[in-house]
């Protein structure tokens, strides 16, 4: 995911928050609406454990933040939350909505099922999710010049 860079859009997502500690991205791709992915911006790291206190206290409120986001725009029943990183070892989160209506597995876990998500839903809800994360989101809009400091080795395709 380090050479991603801070992209305001990628193959994978439209970014809806670029934090201090992390940039968060509405997936194009997922396993239901409301799936959003937190990714650790900074030099690489694979476990939250490899973070110092105050990185890992600056991830994880980002985290949370999007977590709030979620659960406000998509009045989510539930969000879960997801450090995985075995296709992908760099330290992102899947934060993803869970429906009081509609959803595809009540009450079990989410199975990661690549479901390409419908392209003008997606924009509207990355738009009122930056609204409300209210840092680098799309409403701000342009390229981000910043490129994550990140060498590591590089990381699959994929998530
Ligand atoms: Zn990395």
Redesign the pocket.
Known sequence: ??ELGRAAETPYGIRVMAGEFADSYLATRGPQRGYVVVI?HG????EPTDLAADEASGYWADVLRVGRAVQAHFGARKVNYETLGNAV???HTHVTARHAQGDVRPGAPLEHAWVEQPTEELRRDARALGELLGVGGPARGGRDPHR?P????R?NEGR
């Not at 030099?43 to 694979?46: D, K, L, M, N, P």
């Not at 990140?150 to 080795?153: R, T």
């Open positions: 995911m380090c650790w030099r690489h790291v694979a070892p760099h330290l994550s990140c060498h590591g080795p990381a």
